[in-house]
């Protein structure tokens, strides 16, 4: 154990000398991957090591060196068993003066006036670089090893690495913007502080005005609420009647109503507003057809929380559909079965029985609901018309002629606010209480059908939705097809051309306008997957496996960040990572943290919900027999995962394709999603080429996510079929 302790210091102390010899200490605006920076590495002093920036005068980093030496020393001089609490306090001081010298010391010196009071003036430093990113990080697992030297956790350092790390990543990546964006609202553009702009915004009659409930307009804080808990009921509502449908009647094509959720989930989120606009909008297709019929003028009634609540409707009921399905089939046939012997009749048992049964599920596809149509950016700002919502307001504070970042800081907490308190009281409401039927008891009854007087009103909704959402979607396909929709609708392949042509001269040229857009969404996508999987799936694994100190806070912490809106992860992320001492907006870095920090919940819910499945002995058996933590979740654990590994794959992939509200504000020239990019040619009118572009994003994601499926496979926990098993054996008598 003792040779194992030290090849593990060895190993992160080499890392930290060759980081702060060799590696930038600040960063290289060209990109550190790139390399290119290595021509001018000796010339410019910007991209010199740790060790160069202390020896010409930036004494801030002469701290960083003595800890270092510090941790060298005790290596060489003392035994695993004497230096665990000194490991610890060296890796604590290290990660917090690299915090505060970080945050103090900006692009011209320090940040606070105060300080440079106190301190008299200081030349500035640009943002952390590669170099200072290794040492934070040997900083991190010095506080590991340390820890596993002296006995945390039975010694298992792979746990504690991956704990400490963790935390790290997600204080880093979640509360940091958090704070930024907070503390941000309370600063000028000198960095000095001010309350001005809070409380100009926070009384703002535009954000908390009630006048609707004298006939008036309310404030936009009011006007989105009462639209979340709308679409939230809406959702909830039919989510229910089509799992109802799907699994109590005897309906012939619950089959094909299940194809029918796949859809809106991998539709880019502005699209159904687009493709209601077509059917719904002045020059619309049914508008046209119900003027014609009655001579009515409909106006622009589709323009406002009408249009926005009627397309929050479409694309978050398969949402619904998918978290209630799994409860309502769950409900052990035994508890209506004994209902009934008891003289209920199925009315009654429905009412007094399962449905109570449902509460949890019906508390999770509400609280998605919810929170869906409050981060819901792409409907509202093709539907909106004079009517926004919260996350549009951020976006018009940020990007459009205000540029008052204190509003948008106000705002965005408002929204904040709202999504927390809708998460806290989801699981305190149910906290305590027990849902559970299925036990280890067999059960072999069947559920019981819906009573006519539900199952035919049932069937009725659904099938009036379904034709609905059939339509939309043919508007959808329709509309990349028709050269200018609600005037000529004449067939062309002119908007799949200019969004995708292809040239053979002097060998393959990609003309399409909408190329440059869709490789770089790819290539981030296919970057921000696996690593969402990953880090999804090890905190599962840890939650569920591991028995540590602060667990459960660990937990909630991790889930929390699937209560922020993706506008506030973008605006808190423009306010963090736009200045030191962590610069990376307009990067590619910036995006993939955002989609795997943004989708790594829904991850860790799936993770948590297959761990449970698998018993600890699987656990037990392979550290007996001498494998260390790491290699019995490569070789045990991972294989017997694969449904929860696909599912974070094509969460993940798929979210990252169809995200706008967090992406709009992180895009630039270089790094330009897709979703961004079809945004622009809606506000530019060009309609065609982005219903085009649409439906190619909607094929893509098909075609990978079967590619995921090969890829990862399926998991194998039966045993053969006696004709496959005795094969090998027949083969080898034979031969």
Same mark, same amino acid.
């Given at each position: 154990m003792t040779s194992r302790d030290n090849r593990r210091l060895d190993m992160i102390l080499a890392a930290a000398i060759v980081a702060f010899i060799a590696l930038p200490w600040y960063r290289v605006r060209s990109g550190f991957f790139s390399f290119e920076w290595l021509s001018d590495f000796v010339v410019s002093d910007s991209l010199w090591p740790g060790i160069a920036q202390l020896l010409t005068g930036r004494w801030q980093l002469l701290p960083v060196f003595l800890m270092l030496l510090a941790a060298l020393y005790l290596r060489v001089t003392r035994h695993p068993g004497d230096r665990g609490r000194a490991l610890i306090n060296i890796g604590v001081a290290g990660l917090l003066w690299m915090l505060v010298e970080g945050l103090s010391i900006g692009m011209r010196g320090w940040n606070w006036s105060l300080l440079e009071a106190t301190f008299g003036e200081i030349s500035g430093q640009p943002a952390f670089g590669a170099g200072a990113v290794v040492i934070g990080t040997v900083f991190a697992l010095m506080i590991a090893f340390g820890a596993a030297e002296r006995g945390a956790l039975k010694g298992d350092a792979f746990v504690l690495a991956c704990i400490t790390l963790l935390v790290l990543l997600v204080a880093v990546f979640v509360f940091y913007p958090l704070v930024s964006m907070f503390t941000g609202a309370f600063q000028e553009f000198d960095g000095s502080f001010t309350t001005e702009g809070v409380r100009r915004n926070i009384i703002d009659p535009k954000i908390w005005s009630l006048a609707c409930l004298a006939g008036g307009n309310c404030g936009v804080a009011w006007r989105t609420f009462f639209l979340a808990v709308c679409t939230a009921t809406g959702t909830t509502l039919l989510g229910l009647v089509f799992a109802l449908v799907a699994t109590r009647t005897g309906f012939r094509f619950k089959k094909s109503l299940r194809l029918l959720t796949v859809l809106p989930i991998i539709t880019p989120p502005f699209v159904v507003g687009l493709a209601l606009t077509m059917l719904l909008g002045r020059s619309g297709t049914l508008t046209n057809v119900i003027e014609a019929a009655t001579g009515l003028e409909l106006g622009r009634w589709l323009y406002g929380l009408t249009g926005i609540w009627i397309a929050q409707m479409l694309s978050f009921t398969p949402i619904s559909f998918l978290v209630l399905i799994g409860v309502v089939d769950g409900i052990s046939p035994s508890m209506e079965e004994a209902s009934q012997t008891l003289r209920s009749d199925r009315w009654r048992t429905f009412r007094k029985v399962t449905l109570p049964l449902m509460a949890p599920g019906l508390a999770n596809a509400f609280l998605i609901g919810f929170i869906e149509s409050m981060a819901d950016f792409g409907n509202p700002l093709v539907l909106g018309g004079s009517g926004g919502v919260l996350s549009t307001e951020i976006f018009f504070a940020v990007v459009g002629a205000q540029n008052d970042p204190a509003r948008a800081a106000v705002l965005a907490t408002v929204l904040l606010v709202f999504t927390l308190s809708a998460f806290l009281a989801q699981r305190l409401w149910l906290s305590g209480k027990n849902y559970s039927t299925v036990t280890g008891k067999g059960d072999g009854g069947r559920h019981i059908q819906l009573p006519h007087r539900v199952a035919i009103p049932v069937i009725t909704v659904a099938v009036i939705w379904a034709v609905f959402t059939i339509t939309v979607y043919a508007m959808i396909l329709f509309g990349g097809f028709v050269s200018i929709w609600g005037l000529d609708h004449s067939l062309t392949l002119a908007h799949y051309t200019r969004a995708f042509g292809i040239s053979w001269e002097n060998g393959i040229r990609w003309t399409g306008v909408a190329w440059d857009s869709f490789w770089t969404t790819m290539e981030i996508a296919l970057i921000a997957a696996p690593l969402t999987a990953a880090v999804g799936l090890l905190t599962a694994w840890l939650i569920v496996r591991q028995r540590f100190p602060g667990r459960s806070v660990f937990e909630f912490a991790l889930m929390m960040s699937?209560? /922020?809106?993706? !506008?506030? +992860?973008?605006?808190?992320?423009?306010?963090?990572? &736009? @200045?030191?001492?962590? *610069?990376?907006?307009?990067?590619? $870095? +910036?995006? /993939?943290?955002?989609? =795997?920090?943004? &989708?790594?919940?829904?991850? $860790?819910? %799936?993770? $948590?919900?297959?761990?449970? *499945?698998?018993? %600890?002995?699987?656990?037990?058996?392979?550290?007996?027999?001498?494998?260390?933590?790491?290699?019995?979740?490569?070789? =045990? +654990?991972?294989?017997? #995962?694969?449904?929860? /590994? @696909?599912?974070?794959?094509?969460?993940?992939? $798929?979210?990252? +394709? !169809?995200?706008?509200?967090?992406?709009?504000? @992180?895009?630039?020239?270089?790094? &330009? #999603?897709?979703?961004?990019? /079809? =945004?622009?040619?809606?506000? &530019?009118?060009?309609?065609g080429i982005a219903i085009a572009y649409s439906s190619v994003l909607i094929l893509v994601m098909i075609t990978v996510i079967g590619g995921f499926q090969l890829l990862v496979g399926e998991r194998r926990i039966r045993r053969r079929e006696e004709k496959d098993a005795a094969a090998p054996i027949k083969k080898e008598a034979l031969g």
């Open positions: 699937f209560a /922020i809106p993706g !506008t506030v +992860i973008g605006i808190s992320y423009i306010m963090a990572f &736009n @200045l030191p001492p962590l *610069q990376m907006t307009g990067t590619a $870095v +910036i995006l /993939i943290a955002c989609f =795997v920090f943004r &989708n790594m919940p829904v991850g $860790v819910r %799936g993770g $948590v919900a297959a761990m449970s *499945q698998l018993d %600890g002995s699987l656990d037990e058996a392979s550290l007996t027999l001498g494998a260390s933590s790491g290699r019995t979740m490569r070789k =045990v +654990i991972l294989p017997l #995962m694969r449904p929860a /590994i @696909l599912a974070a794959l094509v969460y993940s992939f $798929v979210r990252a +394709i !169809t995200s706008i509200s967090a992406v709009i504000f @992180l895009v630039s020239a270089k790094y &330009n #999603m897709a979703t961004a990019y /079809i =945004v622009g040619l809606v506000e &530019n009118g060009e309609y």
